[in-house]
């Protein structure tokens, strides 16, 4: 099973909005890059939720309940959406000034390429995170 972060704007749409809402349909891709990560994503992977803006945290986990599929909101284009669901907000959250101060983190595509709204999260960098939050992810 594999692992992504997601990106989003908290004031748009907050962890806290997927939690009220029970699944929420990921979708708005609009970078090549990122859209290729989606492509990625299978039913059962771990999604991490940052917040961008002023927070700049990873604060909850989600689940990928459907693989990549056609963004519904894309009028041209070859886009993409996934469908999520919460499973637990982050007691610790992550904030991006402790991910780019710990050097096992230093190639983590959110580190290196921090405009990327969708980014993969290997096994080394899930387990660097999870010691960050203090949980088993």
């Known amino acids: 099973m594999a692992a992504f972060l997601l990106k989003t704007e908290p004031g748009d749409y907050s962890f806290d909005d997927l939690v009220r809402d029970g699944r929420a349909t990921w979708d708005g891709i609009r970078n090549p890059e990122a859209r290729n990560h989606l492509r990625a994503v299978k039913k059962g992977d771990l999604c991490l939720v940052y917040h961008t803006g002023d927070e700049r945290q990873i604060v909850g986990v989600a689940r990928a309940l459907r693989a990549a599929f056609p963004d519904p909101g894309a009028t041209t284009g070859d886009w993409l959406a996934i469908e999520v669901a919460p499973v637990r907000p982050l007691k610790t959250k992550v904030p991006l000034s402790a991910m780019k101060a710990e050097p096992r983190l230093a190639d983590f595509a959110l580190v290196r390429r921090g405009r990327l709204s969708v980014v ?11 010691a960050l939050a203090a949980t088993k992810l």
């Open 120 to 130: 993969p999260v290997s096994d080394a960098e899930l387990r660097v995170i999870a």
